[in-house]
């Protein structure tokens, strides 16, 4: 696990506290700490079906968790007068009722957080919604067109805080670009951001900071940079059985894979003496670059799609 | 790692305790305005409506073109008027609640006001304000009706005012039964068959002469009738509210019980 750098001084705008959750008798959130602070995006990465939903949902006050923690602003959501005006929420594009006008189904939300109605049409403009796509229903939207329809709805009450769960799905590339420039200006003006992915690229290109979580549990988190600089080296040859000896014979530890680069932990020049004692020619030698998180979050996934793996 | 050190500092929030302003609670008056909004700014909501009015004036006309003129009386028409109302306004009722878990909006609604107690009370006070809002055309196209057919025979008019009186119970209670089964539900199909099927049943089971006279104290088909047709006893009320506590009353209290405790997942 890599350690997380807390800064005690900073404000903490999110914040779970061995945040557990029970959902038929199986525990989908176990134990799940951490903090979000301004002016900083956090990823919140995990396959699917890893607890990032549940866990987002206890933040907004829609499931109770059965245990820890979960406050927004310092204090609990349920018990933000006016939750609208501090924190934005994107829990599921997908969810606005399908019958009405896209313009509509924001003005409702304005006019129950108090927002003037010119906003709305402020924020459709922004998000990239004309006048027809907003007096279309919202059965006629494309997920992207959903997806721009929910980040506006998020902005709506020019919030403090964005909630996002996995608001880059149903994006093109031009439209995910577009989004992590929205998302980056509104942490560069202090605001601060926690959104899901089960993409690592995704949450990669645009986050401070990640959370990666498995089964419900946190599995590393730190700053990106932290987490990419992991130590090691990834090194390949075409005779793969004389690599892994030569690797063997020096002591060095490697994790194991079928074919394929490999990763060592240690340093490249150690490693290139190992192949060349034991012979073998090399085809790439380079140090691991965020390739731990990769493993890391492939391991995971792979759990995740296959949770009973065949025995060793 | 430090985590467990900066867990004894104070966490430096920059929560204001303003309350004030933007920030202050969205009052009930404005929820009610939304949820009275959200029955008819969706495609099927907006045709219910336009359907019960235009199936008024239908019934109504029809009414009184056929059958004598003895009969169009101002009670005999406003039974027969009322009844697409009383068919169509607990549906809107049901959808009203269930649209929130069958869209999924109900993420938003709860996200944005986390109190569920009070979009339940602002549901059912739209819901009300609809159900006299329709009740009013209702009553005024049977009134129109009554006076361009028959406006000047003996005792067309008797009675109205009472039976104005006690259709907004009638109409009224319908649409709180209807929002109540959408509560306990949740679910639009399932709900709409309670709400339809289950008082059928009931009234069979009932009938038997197995429980005697029952039948009026729980069966609202029975109790409710009245309430469009003639000037009610005491005892008659009495049975109009035992049959709603356990129609109306029971599955509100069970259905807002349901909402306020369980997550929203949908």
């Known amino acids: ?312 | 790692m430090s985590t467990i050190a900066t867990r004894t500092a104070p966490l430096v929030a920059p929560v204001p305790a303003d309350t004030t302003g933007v920030h202050a609670r969205p009052g009930l008056g404005r929820l009610v305005g939304v949820e009275l909004r959200k029955i008819v700014d969706t495609r099927a909501g907006f045709w219910m409506q336009v359907a019960t009015v235009v199936l008024t004036a239908i019934v109504v006309a029809v009414r009184l073109l056929t059958g004598d003129a003895a009969q169009h009386t101002f009670a005999e028409v406003l039974s027969v008027g009322l009844k697409p109302a009383a068919v169509l306004l607990p549906v809107a009722g049901i959808l009203l609640v269930t649209s929130e878990w069958s869209q999924r909006t109900a993420m938003i609604t709860f996200a944005l006001v986390p109190q569920r107690s009070r979009v339940v009370a602002a549901k059912l006070a739209a819901a009300l304000l609809l159900a006299l809002a329709v009740l009013a055309v209702s009553i005024a196209s049977v009134a129109a009706g009554v006076l361009a057919a028959a406006p000047g025979a003996d005792g067309t008019w008797s009675g109205a005012g009472t039976l104005i009186a006690q259709s907004v119970v009638y109409i009224g209670g319908g649409m709180l039964t209807g929002v109540a089964f959408g509560m306990v539900v949740l679910a639009s199909a399932p709900a709409l068959v309670a709400l339809f099927a289950l008082p059928i049943a009931v009234s069979g089971i009932v009938s038997l002469s197995f429980f005697g006279d029952v039948a009026p104290w729980v069966d609202t088909r029975l109790s409710l009738a009245p309430l469009l047709e003639e000037v009610l006893s005491g005892r008659q009320w009495a049975q109009v509210g035992t049959s709603l506590a356990l129609w109306m009353v029971l599955p509100l209290l069970i259905g807002a019980w349901r909402i306020a405790r369980r997550a929203i997942v949908v």
């Open chain 1, 1 to 312: 696990m890599v350690a997380a750098r807390v800064e005690s001084e900073a404000a903490v705008m999110i914040e779970a506290q061995h945040l557990t959750k029970q959902l038929g008798g199986r525990t989908v959130v176990s134990d799940v700490t951490f903090r979000c602070e301004p002016g900083t995006i956090t990823g919140f990465l995990g396959p699917n079906g890893a607890g990032k939903t549940t866990t987002l949902r206890m933040l907004a006050g829609l499931a109770e968790p059965d245990g820890g923690e979960a406050r927004v602003l310092g204090g609990r959501y349920r018990d933000l007068p006016n939750p609208g005006r501090r924190v934005g929420i994107l829990l599921d594009a997908a969810a606005q009722h399908d019958g009405r006008r896209g313009r509509e189904a924001l003005a409702l939300s304005a006019r129950t957080m108090g927002v003037p109605a010119a906003r709305v049409d402020a924020l459709l403009e922004r998000v990239g919604l004309d006048a027809a796509a907003a007096r279309r229903r919202v059965g006629q939207y494309s997920l992207g067109m959903r997806q721009r329809l929910g980040l506006a709805h998020a902005l709506l009450g020019e919030p403090e805080v964005l909630i996002l769960d996995e608001p880059a799905n149903g994006l093109d590339p031009e439209g995910m670009r577009w989004m992590r420039g929205l998302l980056r200006g509104f942490a560069d003006r202090g605001g601060t951001v926690l959104l899901s992915s089960h993409l690592l690229a995704e949450v990669e290109a645009v986050a401070d900071r990640m959370i990666i979580i498995g089964g419900g549990r946190i599995q590393a988190q730190g700053s990106r940079d932290e987490l990419l600089a992991t130590t090691g080296t990834l090194v390949e040859a075409a005779d793969v059985a004389g690599l892994d000896a030569a690797l063997r014979r020096a002591g060095l530890a490697v994790h194991p894979g079928d074919g394929g680069p490999r990763l060592v932990d240690a340093e490249p020049e150690v490693v290139a003496r190992a192949a060349f004692d034991g012979g073998v020619v090399l085809q790439r030698l380079a140090p691991a670059e965020g390739a731990g998180l990769e493993r890391l979050f492939f391991e995971l996934t792979a759990e995740s799609t296959h949770p009973e793996p065949a025995g060793v």
